[in-house]
């Protein structure tokens, strides 16, 4: 069993839809948990980050950590197709900045 | 604007070659790390290095070096390139002392070996 697992997609939706990502974790030591958006041909980049349980907010974007389940969705509000990407989870034990453990992503496709 | 730089986007190269690949950051991180992605696989950690001259193993180090001689640069090396090795390969870097210990990542470096 992979420590970090996603859905593979690919994942297609109408512009304006509510998507849904899915990231789920075995190792309960992880207590730092990232999303980082990656365009085709391109590096990724940190898109949310978060430590605590409950959810976080930015613009169209909430990451829910729930730790009791080890699952930590990322949730897309009014879907652009500027927002069609590969979305990758990752997670830490600690906040050192040295071992970083990721899902195999998620390809997102928002259609206009 | 933070910057981490892979100084070659595509290669091709033809097996037994040797490879070098370039990494460059501005930010003063001490961490540096080289990744391969593959369909599938998702990034798998190949070296870390946490300070000049030092580094680590990471999950898949068969088959390649790396080098650090300045902080700002880390090369990854392959020996002698054979065909698995086609992949893209992601430099990033992140420093222990930030808030927010994160990875920055370069453009990435897509690589094939004929």
């Known amino acids: 069993q992979k420590e970090v697992e996603q859905d593979p997609g690919p994942l297609s939706v109408p512009e304006g839809a509510i998507v849904s990502l899915n990231c789920t974790y075995s190792?309960?030591?992880?207590?730092?948990f990232m999303w980082y958006r990656q365009y085709s041909r391109k590096g990724p980049e940190l898109l949310m980050y978060?430590?605590?349980?409950g959810n976080k907010e930015d613009g169209r974007f909430t990451a829910q950590v729930d730790k009791s389940s080890k699952y930590i969705p990322l949730f897309i509000r009014d879907s652009q197709p500027s927002d069609s990407a590969t979305y990758l989870c990752?997670?830490?034990?600690?906040?050192?900045?040295?071992?970083?453990?990721f899902g195999t992503g998620t390809s997102l496709t928002v259609i206009p | 604007d933070v910057k981490v730089t892979q100084s070659s986007r595509y290669l091709v190269k033809r097996t037994g070659e040797k490879v070098f690949l370039e990494c460059v950051q501005d930010m003063d991180h001490e961490n540096m790390f080289w990744y391969r992605q593959d369909p599938g696989l998702g990034l798998r950690l190949i070296y870390f290095s946490y300070d000049v001259k030092m580094k680590e193993k990471g999950d898949i180090p068969e088959g390649y070096s790396v080098s650090r001689e300045k902080k700002e640069r880390f090369s990854l090396i392959l020996e002698s390139a054979s065909t698995n090795q086609t992949s893209m390969y992601l430099c990033?870097?992140?420093?222990?002392?930030?808030?927010?210990?994160?990875?920055?990542f370069g453009e990435g470096s897509r690589l094939t070996v004929l």
């Open positions: 990033a870097s992140s420093s222990p002392g930030l808030a927010i210990g994160e990875l920055f």
């Open positions: 978060t430590y605590s349980s």
């Open positions: 190792n309960s030591a992880f207590q730092y």
């Open positions: 990752a997670m830490s034990e600690r906040n050192t900045g040295n071992q970083f453990y």
